[in-house]
């Protein structure tokens, strides 16, 4: 069973919208649901999906129909749960659980990102369910940025559990027509925590093919910033004769990245350590490739030096004070 959420809106008109259905959804493993509130001009468009590994996701679409500017303040989306799923496991550095009662419970990340602190899967079930035993539910909100996952229960509701990105003040502002689309809010049902569906979907998507870990050397504690071209190659020949997979080619291959203060955030190949010819960073990958195995290249697109062309170039990127 699936419950639309809390919808909060401001516009002309401030208060909750009263929304009508503007069509009857169709049975499918897609439904979409159409509601709109004429007097305070607000479109909502819902969305449910059951896919073939047996998750449903949900997400909502908000569109201004008014002339004025429609500011989304907060949306949050959530599945209905029964009365038996008495207890919440979150797992912000190790597991928590706690009961779940009356009240609400909001787990939110708002680093920007999801950071250490993050649960990023909220379950409930009944109490004392383990890895394999207890009917458990759970969501997880598939957004990188600013974000709340949460479990309520109010003496004349059913239980829910959901969550949603979270806004700032002025952070949505819509015209006319515009819309906002929130993330999707993912569900999943079984008997204990195993999650494999949700695992089975992600590789799915993604076109996958699961396969054993490969076995990966990575130069950095090797040569740190040294990187040189009959240096790696006699590292890769190394690497063949002791069961390698995978040669990964670590920091110092871009920009200025000479040392750990500039260049970072530059991901342009260094022709001052890489000229072209035959012993450019291609000339090197060839060799590895060559040899059997795998050819990786580390980067860390989330950091940036203040010493870098990019910083220079596009400082309103920079997640700063």
């Not at 919208?17 to 159409?34: F, G, H, L, M």
């Not at 009356?102 to 899967?121: I, Q």
């Not at 990105?165 to 079984?190: D, H, K, M, Q, R």
């Not at 090197?284 to 203040?306: Q, R």
Request: proline share 5%.
């Amino acid at each position: 069973t699936v419950a639309a959420g809390k919808t909060y809106v401001m516009g002309e008109k401030d208060g909750y919208p009263n929304w009508s259905v503007a069509d009857e959804p169709k049975q499918t493993p897609t439904v979409t649901v159409t509601a709109e509130d004429e007097e305070q001009h607000v479109k909502l468009i819902w969305t449910c999906e059951l896919d073939e590994t047996g998750l449903i996701r949900q997400n909502a679409e908000v569109v201004n129909t008014g002339e004025g500017q429609l500011e989304v303040g907060k949306i949050e989306l959530a599945f209905t749960v029964p009365a038996d799923a008495n207890e919440i496991l979150t797992t912000t550095g190790h597991p928590q659980r706690q009961d779940f009662t009356l009240g609400r419970f909001a787990k939110a990340s708002m680093a920007g990102r999801p950071d250490f602190d993050a649960t990023l899967l909220l379950s409930v079930g009944e109490k004392g369910f383990g890895f394999t035993h207890g009917n458990v539910y759970s969501a997880h909100v598939a957004w990188s940025g600013n974000s709340v996952l949460s479990a309520e229960r109010l003496p004349y509701t059913s239980g829910v559990i959901g969550g949603g990105e979270v806004l700032f003040g002025g952070e949505i502002s819509l015209a006319n027509g515009e819309s906002y689309t929130t993330p999707w809010l993912i569900g999943s049902y079984g008997e204990g925590l195993n999650i494999r569906r949700v695992h089975r979907d992600w590789l799915a998507e993604h076109n996958i093919a699961p396969k054993p870990r490969p076995v990966i050397l990575n130069t950095w504690e090797a040569v740190y910033f040294n990187h040189d071209y009959d240096t790696l190659t006699a590292l890769a020949d190394k690497a063949v004769e002791s069961g390698v997979e995978r040669f990964v080619v670590d920091d110092g291959w871009f920009g200025s990245r000479r040392d750990d203060t500039s260049g970072l955030g530059d991901w342009q190949i260094s022709q001052d350590v890489w000229p072209d010819g035959d012993k450019s960073l291609k000339a090197l990958a060839d060799y590895v490739h060559g040899k059997g195995l795998e050819f990786g290249l580390w980067f860390e697109p989330e950091m940036v030096n203040p010493d870098s062309d990019l910083f220079r170039a596009h400082p309103a990127w920079v997640l700063k004070p």
